[in-house]
Structure formats: structure tokens, C-alpha cells
């Protein structure tokens, strides 16, 4: 089962993907800045972004593995920016 969510910030495409079999991987503008397979630990993905004042802003992405599917939580700055399921 494959899920993909993205978010767009300040003009960047942020894309998370996880897979069962080839694990997760976070995609920022299309480049791919973090991929892990975890298959009994909570998966945490990290990367980061360039925002309008050319200023470097961390990327964490927390994927929660629930009873009847997966979650996902970006957080950008330490601020949680809203995902859009997309798959």
C-alpha cells in the first residue's frame, strides 16, 4: 500500500511518500532529501527548505502507523503545516 501527501510553503512542493515495501522518502521541489525503511519503529524523516528571505528552515515529518492506516505530520520551523493526502 503506497500513501503520498503533500504541502506547498513559500513556493515549495514538500511531498512525503511511504511505502510498505520500499519505505519512506521526503521530496522537497521534486529532490529527494531523506528516504529510511523502518519497519517497527516510528519512521522520521528530515530535510530542509529555503524560504522568501533566503533563510535555511528545517523539515521534520513524523509517519504514525495506525490500526486502520497512516498518518502524517510535517512540521517546518517547529511549526505544523498542514498535508494534503493526495494517494
Known amino acids: 500500500m503506497k500513501s503520498i501527501w503533500e504541502a506547498t510553503f513559500e513556493n515549495n512542493v514538500i511531498r512525503i511518500e511511504n ?4 519505505g519512506e522518502k521526503l ?3 521534486d529532490k529527494l ?3 529510511q525503511i ?3 519503529s ?3 524523516l528530515t530535510g530542509h527548505l ?3 528571505k533566503d533563510e535555511k528552515l528545517n523539515i ?3 509517519i504514525l502507523q495506525e490500526f ?3 498518518n502524517c505530520i510535517l512540521f517546518i520551523a517547529d511549526e505544523q503545516v498542514a498535508l494534503k493526502k493526495i494517494k
Open 27 to 29: 521530496f522537497v521541489n
Open 38 to 40: 523502518n519497519y517497527f
Open 19 to 22: 511505502n510498505w515495501f520500499s
Open 60 to 62: 521534520k515529518v513524523n
Open 50 to 52: 529555503k524560504n522568501s
Open 33 to 35: 532529501q531523506d528516504y
Open 42 to 44: 516510528t519512521p522520521i
Open 68 to 70: 486502520f492506516g497512516v
